[in-house]
């Protein structure tokens, strides 16, 4: 089996997170599958999971659901299988399913302190969700927890929904630029 590299994961995390920073906190993305009791369950898992995020990228979304259901069912206490499943979902405009797997994902996360980047990427996701179903308090809940946990893009959400800071955002963007411009 191949191994992914860093810029593979920058890249799969671009595609799958195309709201979040490229850099998404400087961490690698890491499989929350990696202390597995069963070693050859959970490569499988690995494998169908890379499976589904290889099908999304070729915008073969349905075979991609397929590949994260079928992780799902061999590990139902998986919280990355929900996320990704969740992510597709978004990517088809089916809001709801993406939704109710977000929320599964966080529920499943929130057990264990392991699952803690796939937690912050789900409440990341969900907060962004929220926020186009026009849920602006849930949004920042979700955003609010997620920047707990190192988000650096939810800490900046969190940032920019304050007004007070907000404003002293844009005012310090433009002194930078000006001061750029006059260097």
């Known amino acids: 089996m191949t191994t992914i590299t860093e810029n593979d994961k920058y890249v799969l995390n671009a595609i799958f997170n195309p709201n979040y920073p ?12 990696t ?24 915008n073969r979304l349905d075979e991609a659901i397929e590949h994260f259901s079928q992780a799902i069912l061999l590990n139902p206490q998986n919280p990355s299988a929900y996320n990704n499943r969740a992510q597709a979902y978004q990517l088809q405009n089916k809001t709801e399913e993406a939704m109710a797997d977000l929320t599964k994902s966080i529920d499943l996360c929130s ?4 699952h803690q980047k796939t937690l ?3 409440l990341t996701q969900r907060g962004i969700l929220n926020r186009v179903l026009d849920n602006e308090k849930a949004s920042l809940e979700d955003f609010t927890q997620a920047a707990e946990f190192g988000s650096a893009f939810a800490k900046q959400q969190v940032l920019l929904s304050n007004p007070y800071a907000a404003a002293c955002n844009q005012m310090l963007s433009k002194m930078m630029k000006e001061l750029s411009h006059t260097s």
Do not use: M, T, W
């Open 111 to 114: 057990s264990e302190n392991r």
């Open 22 to 33: 490229l850099d998404f906190d400087k961490e690698p993305l890491s499989s929350d599958l």
């Open 35 to 58: 202390d597995s009791k069963d070693d050859k369950q959970s490569l499988e898992i690995k494998k169908l999971e890379e499976e589904g995020v290889r099908l999304a990228e070729q």
């Open 120 to 122: 912050s990427l789900a």
